[in-house]
């Protein structure tokens, strides 16, 4: 079985701008969850889907947003990109409780 | 509210020492999730364990082990004989699937396997 991928891998963007990621999970799992990994927060979550319904929200605000697809697959946008978010987010899959992890997409913003 | 907190922020060891990483965790529910996750430099999580709350019973796999104390709130995950391959980010994390079912992260353990 093919493990979760998200595409881009890498990313440089420019304050303002907005950007969209995306993130394909193993096939068969309907829950799909991104986080930002940044070296001074640590992990946090940003939100996950299930069938389609954000089923999950952490704290971050509203220029985060994500959509799920009827094949499962994910994306996430962030609007008006600012410096502080440039980071590593990962998509996670799952099923059960057993989650698996993308590679990432590190995001730069200069 | 749930928290996890990994005291340990740095850890070097010598290749074929054991090594800790610690783990403690904060939750009002009885019924929830630990698990551990291994981070190597490309950046990819690993899926270590999964233990609920349920289930004390400590478990090996190969030279991983985890020990797992209720009364302490402790999710502790010792690598025996290490090895340079082992040297990544270590994650414990927490979820309580009658709540909000979030999967919540500790800020992770950095250890190095020095040859």
């Known amino acids: 079985k093919a493990g979760v991928t998200q595409t881009p891998r890498y990313l440089i963007k420019t304050r303002g701008q907005q950007v969209t990621l995306s993130c394909s999970p193993i096939s068969g799992h309907r829950s799909v969850s991104w986080y930002q990994q940044t070296p001074g927060q640590g992990l946090q979550f940003l939100f996950e889907?299930?069938?389609?319904?954000?089923?999950n929200k952490g704290n971050f605000p509203g220029r985060f947003s994500g959509r799920q697809f009827s094949n499962s697959r994910s994306e996430m946008n962030v609007s008006t990109l600012e410096l502080g978010d440039s980071a590593l987010y990962l998509c996670?899959?799952?099923?059960?409780?057993?989650?698996?992890f993308g590679p990432g997409t590190r995001l730069t913003v200069t | 509210a749930q928290k996890v907190t990994q005291a340990q922020t740095e850890i070097s060891v010598v290749e074929k020492e054991d090594v800790t990483l610690d783990c403690v965790y904060e939750t009002r529910d009885t019924t929830y999730y630990l698990f551990w996750y291994k981070q190597p430099p490309s950046g990819e999580l690993v899926f270590l364990i999964r233990r609920n709350s349920f289930d004390e019973q400590n478990e090996i796999s190969g030279r991983y082990s985890w020990n797992f104390q209720k009364s302490t709130s402790s999710f502790n995950f010792t690598i025996t004989a290490s090895q340079v391959v082992d040297s990544a980010v270590y994650f414990c994390a927490l979820s309580e699937p009658n709540r909000d079912d979030k999967i919540i992260f500790g800020k992770g353990t950095r250890l190095h396997i020095l040859p």
């Open positions: 889907y299930f069938s389609e319904t954000q089923r």
């Open positions: 996670a899959s799952r099923i059960s409780y057993e989650q698996y």
